[in-house]
């Protein structure tokens, strides 16, 4: 059973930063493709970025390109969304997912957290 555990959310000041956390448990992290989505409240869940198993890979939604940035740590079984330049059409209920394979990281993951709200005050 694969778990994954995001951390790290709250509230910042347009203009600032947040990072947030993924842990993943039950299955070594290198396994798998992992990505980040956002829900906004009366919106639809959409993808804000994925990075591959060995990290070279990434791919980033042209609303974040620039600003926000995915790293993982392997040893630590840890994922990574560091957010810069923040809005408050950033405001959302981040989610971390994983997948087995990249392709499949930004439509159809295998693996979803249960999410952390991130708010950004203008």
């Known amino acids: 059973q694969v778990q994954l555990v995001e951390s790290g959310g709250g509230l910042v000041q347009a203009g600032g930063s947040l990072g947030v956390s993924c842990a993943v448990r039950?299955?070594?992290?290198?396994?798998?493709?992992m990505g980040w989505f956002r829900q906004a409240p009366g919106k639809e869940r959409e993808f804000v970025g994925g990075?591959?198993?060995?990290?070279?890979?990434?791919k980033y939604a042209d609303s974040v390109k620039g600003r926000f940035t995915i790293s993982r740590d392997n040893a630590k079984n840890t994922v990574y969304l560091q957010m810069n330049s923040l809005e408050p059409e950033d405001t959302a209920v981040y989610y971390c997912?994983?997948?087995?394979?990249?392709?499949?990281?930004?439509?159809?993951?295998?693996?979803w957290g249960q999410g952390t709200q991130v708010t950004v005050s203008s």
């Open positions: 039950g299955r070594t992290l290198s396994t798998y493709s």
């Open positions: 997912a994983a997948a087995e394979y990249y392709g499949r990281i930004s439509g159809a993951p295998d693996y």
């Open positions: 990075i591959s198993q060995s990290g070279v890979r990434q």
